[in-house]
Nanobody, 127 residues
């Protein structure tokens, strides 16, 4: 059974940095796509970034491109989201997700294409 456990959230001032971690277990993830999504109060869950585990190809939402970096550590079965130059609009609950289906450049951004989710970690950026 796939388990995803996020950590690393917290309160940070605007302009600061945080690194989120997603520890994955229960499967061999070499054929998976791993994603980060976020949800602010009264907003829909939105795509932040994704990485194809085997190839290492990365994808980003325009709003975070150049500020956030997604990566994975094969030995630790962990996916990271390094977030720099944080803004108040980055505030929300951040979720790690995994998909074992083939995702295209477009569908990799769709939350419904991910079958496995973590419990989420809160990120609050104060201005």
């Amino acid at each position: 059974q796939v388990q995803l456990v996020e950590s690393g959230g917290g309160l940070v001032q605007a302009g600061g940095s945080l690194r989120l971690s997603c520890a994955a277990s229960g499967r061999t993830f070499s054929g998976y796509t791993m994603g980060w999504f976020r949800q602010a109060p009264n907003n829909e869950r939105e795509f932040v970034a994704a990485i194809r585990w085997s190839a290492g190809s990365t994808y980003y939402a325009d709003s975070v491109k150049g500020r956030f970096t997604i990566s994975r550590d094969n030995a630790k079965n962990t996916v990271y989201l390094q977030m720099n130059s944080l803004k108040s609009e980055d505030t929300g609950v951040y979720y790690c997700a995994a998909s074992d289906t083939m995702l295209t450049f477009l569908t990799i951004r769709i939350s419904a294409r991910y079958g496995y989710w973590g419990q989420g970690t809160q990120v609050t950026v104060s201005s």
